[in-house]
Structure formats: structure tokens, C-alpha cells
């Protein structure tokens, strides 16, 4: 009996090259590549672990959701337990659920909900350095939620997009783009049904742009319906960002 | 003119041995050493740093506090950003005043609070690793409050004094040793006159063994009253450690 696992999985991004496998490097440490060899170590077979999202170097995951195959006949809810008694410290199985065969982490997820925090304060946090940017100058919140709303709903997000994707659809919907301000801590949170390469931190270094008071909040519309991306803000770095969830039906 | 300068201090010690320069271990990375280093490049010329508190390997800080004799006119608020734009990025100095000549910190130094975090969690959460000590098995937060009045007050905690310190007075005053509870996040505060070496953790140690149920809260006094080392519960590692604040009158 092959049974459909899927996985719930926390990193921390700081000392991986990213999510995926890098097939003409195979010695990269990638998040995928240390599960999939977890795995092998339990199942004792190569074992393909599908991800919902692919995550950058330095970006990091509270939810990242990733399936398997196996006829391995382990209860369900004793993969976590087992495959962090084997896994690195910056990398956790925190939930496991027997899924339908046709189940697939990247082609069954309707929506993800990533988070970007800020730390807006006068002096860095040491605490905090590869776990949210810091912006030592003030930020104008209120503009920067404004600013995010022209962005909800469906639009071309081909400004958004960094050079090296290939897709060609650049059209996504978006169905939360909004900041919780959390004492010095500033979490912005964006729901949609998929993104562009670099696109929610192209998106973070446009707003804060207009945080620093050097665009008005509507400058966010021009540059979306410019649909060129040497018009929106710099690239945000990749330590404040978290995959928080992915949704499935 | 020569200014003493206070500064106040927050370091990760996650790569840190330590606070204190090892004489014997001159090469070792310590925060006196790193800040030290970092001070002789500004004013040209070596300086001793005074700190308040010795903090063992892996113990974080948030508000250390350390002061030190410059001829060097640098406005005093200027100081921060000065050490931080040479500070490696596990340690920041986040504030700095001018005090007395006679001022030194570990001897003027008339409270310490610190903070034990403690993550009782079935799963470890990763970003968390370094900086809360994670218990899977169910603590019983009612049991570990009521056994930490018993140290409140004036004792003589030898038993919760680890082997290696040449200390001959082992009285010391608890002013405060509670919980705080933050989700799945447990915060142990203790606010003391002083504290021998390694008496927080061992006292953490203590406090673990009540509330995983292996004794009852009253043999926290047992422990107390036997003044030996052999009594009290195992040392709690050093990463759940914060030393969080330094009185001064």
C-alpha cells in the first residue's frame, strides 16, 4: 500500500541556499535536500519530497507544506517524532496527515499567506538580525497601508517580477495585503494565489519606499500598471521573509 | 578631561564564550574581548571594560551594563552608533550616559533581573533553538510557582551554587522568582541582590524537576535548607538564559 503523506515544515532560512534541490549542485545545502535525506535514512529508498513553495536563500518558514510517497508502514502521526530525531536544529516537521493519492503539495495549493517583518527601532535588535529587517529610520505606516491597498485583487504584477523567471503569466490575485504593528515590530502579511519570483519582497522594498516618505502612496498604482520592474523599489532582503501557510481545499 | 561611560549592552551568546576576557585564553571570543577591540578603535588606545554581570557561554543579554574611563570627546550620545558600526552583528550597544568617576559597574550594581525562557511545546520550534530551552513532556506551572516562593527573601544558596566558584558568602536576597506565561512561551524572572555561580540555572534545574511531577513543590525547601550542591535538580542548559536588567541607585 503507497500512502500520501503530507508534511507541515518550519526552518529557519539562515544557513540554507533556499527550498529546492539544485540538480548542478548537488552538494548545496537546500531545506529539500536534508528531508529528502531524512527520509531515505527512515524509508531506507530515495524519496522525492514535492514542496508547495520555493523558498530563497535566507528566507525562512513557519508553514511551509511539502508531500511524499512511501509504503513504508509508520503510523501517520509518528513522522514528525521521527524525522526530527534525525533532522538538523534549523529545520522541523511540525504536522503529518495521510492525504488522497492525487494530493500535490505545488499543484493542489489555492492560496499562501507569507509574512514580512520589519523592526522599525533606533538600534538593531541582535536577537532579531536574521529574523526580521531593520529599518532604523521612522516609517510611515499610514501611508505604507494605504499604499498596499492598490495592489488587492487581480492585476498584472509583471513590475513586481525580478529578472531571471521564466513564467509567462504574470497575472495574480491577491486577497490580503496588510500591516499588524506589534509594539517596534512591524509584520506585514500578504495572501494571494501565488507569486512571481521576488515578488512580495519587491513589493516590501516599493512600500517602504513610500514608508521614507520619498513616493505618496499612489506612486504603489503607477508602478503596477507600469508593468516594468525597473520602476518599483528595490529588491527587501530575504531575512524578514516567512512562508506562514499554504491553503488547500 | 577623562568621562566614565555607562553603557548598556545586548548581546546573542549563542558564539560568545562568555562575557569575561579569558587571561589564559587570550584568543578565545568573549564580549568583553569584541567589545573592547571594538572600543580601541575609536579612541586609538586600550580600554578596560567593567561589566556588571560575568555571563557563562551561550547566556544572551539584553541590558548588560558596562562602564569605562575615555579622554576621548565623543559626545556621549554618539557612542551606540559608533560601537555598532564596528560591532559584529550578535552584539549592539543600545544605550550610554555619562556618570561619576566613581561609578563602576559590577561594584555599584545594587539588583540583577534575568529571565529563563522555557518552550513547553510538544514540537521545538527552530527559531527558537538558541534562545528557549525546549520541554516537550507537560510542565505543571501551578506546582513551579509555588515551590519558587520558598526561595524568596534571604537564604544561603549553597545548594544551588555550582562547583568552581571561590565564593566564601553564599547569602544572597531574592526580591522576585515568578512565571510569566506567553502562549507556550514560560518566563522564569528573577530579580536578586546577586547570584553565585550558576545559581539561576540550577535553580531552573529545580524548578523542572517539580513541574515535570518528580517531586512536590515543598522540596524546593528541602533543597534550600541542606546548603549541598548534591541536593538541588540538574544545571538548565545556558541558552534559555537572558540577563535582562541592572539596578543602580
Given at each position: 500500500?503507497?500512502a500520501?503523506i503530507k508534511?507541515?515544515?518550519?526552518?529557519?532560512g539562515?544557513?540554507?541556499?533556499?527550498w529546492q534541490?539544485?540538480k548542478?549542485h548537488?552538494?548545496t545545502?537546500?531545506v529539500q535536500?536534508v528531508?529528502?535525506k531524512?527520509?531515505k535514512?527512515?524509508?531506507?529508498?530515495?524519496?522525492?519530497l514535492?514542496?508547495?513553495?520555493?523558498?530563497?536563500?535566507?528566507?525562512?518558514a513557519?508553514?511551509?507544506v511539502?508531500?511524499?510517497l512511501t509504503?513504508?508502514?509508520?503510523p501517520?502521526?509518528?513522522?514528525?517524532?521521527?524525522?526530527?530525531?534525525?533532522?538538523?536544529?534549523d529545520?522541523a516537521?511540525?504536522?503529518a496527515?495521510?492525504?488522497?493519492?492525487e494530493?500535490?503539495?505545488?499543484y493542489?495549493?489555492?492560496?499562501?499567506?507569507y509574512?514580512?517583518?520589519i523592526?522599525?527601532?533606533?538600534?538593531p535588535d541582535v536577537f532579531?538580525r536574521?529574523y526580521a529587517l531593520h529599518?532604523?529610520q521612522?516609517l510611515?505606516?499610514?501611508d505604507?497601508r494605504?499604499?498596499?491597498?492598490?495592489i488587492?485583487?487581480t492585476h498584472?504584477?509583471k513590475s513586481?517580477c525580478a529578472?531571471?523567471?521564466?513564467?509567462?503569466?504574470?497575472?495574480?490575485?491577491?486577497?490580503?495585503?496588510?500591516?499588524s504593528?506589534?509594539?517596534e515590530?512591524?509584520?506585514?502579511?500578504?495572501?494571494?494565489?501565488?507569486?512571481?519570483?521576488?515578488m512580495?519582497?519587491?513589493?516590501v522594498g516599493?512600500l517602504?519606499?513610500?514608508?521614507?516618505g520619498k513616493?505618496?502612496?499612489?506612486?504603489?498604482?503607477?508602478v503596477?500598471?507600469?508593468?516594468?520592474?525597473?520602476?518599483?523599489?528595490?529588491t527587501?532582503?530575504p531575512h524578514g521573509l516567512?512562508?506562514?501557510?499554504?491553503?488547500?481545499?
Open positions: 500500500m503507497t500520501n508534511l507541515i515544515i518550519q526552518y529557519d539562515t544557513n540554507f541556499n533556499g534541490v539544485q548542478k548537488p552538494h545545502r537546500t535536500a528531508l529528502e531524512a527520509l535514512c527512515i524509508v531506507k529508498e530515495p524519496v522525492t514535492i514542496g508547495a513553495g520555493r523558498t530563497d536563500s535566507g528566507v525562512h513557519r508553514g511551509q511539502a508531500n511524499f509504503q513504508n508502514p509508520i501517520v502521526e509518528k513522522w514528525p517524532a521521527a524525522l526530527n530525531s534525525i533532522l538538523p536544529p529545520v516537521v511540525v504536522g496527515e495521510e492525504v488522497p493519492a494530493f500535490h503539495a505545488t493542489w495549493a489555492k492560496k499562501k499567506t509574512h514580512y517583518y523592526l522599525n527601532a533606533r538600534y532579531l536574521n529599518v532604523p521612522r510611515n505606516f499610514g505604507m494605504e499604499a498596499a491597498r492598490f488587492l485583487g498584472d504584477f513586481f529578472a531571471g523567471s521564466s513564467v509567462k503569466n504574470h497575472r495574480r490575485t491577491i486577497y490580503e495585503a496588510d500591516f504593528i506589534e509594539g515590530l512591524i509584520v506585514f502579511k500578504i495572501t494571494a494565489d501565488g507569486f512571481l519570483y521576488k512580495i519582497r519587491s513589493i516599493t517602504l519606499e513610500i514608508g521614507k513616493y505618496p502612496p499612489g506612486w504603489m498604482q503607477e503596477l500598471e507600469a508593468r516594468d520592474r525597473k520602476k518599483s523599489g528595490p527587501a532582503p516567512y512562508l506562514d501557510r499554504v491553503f488547500y481545499d
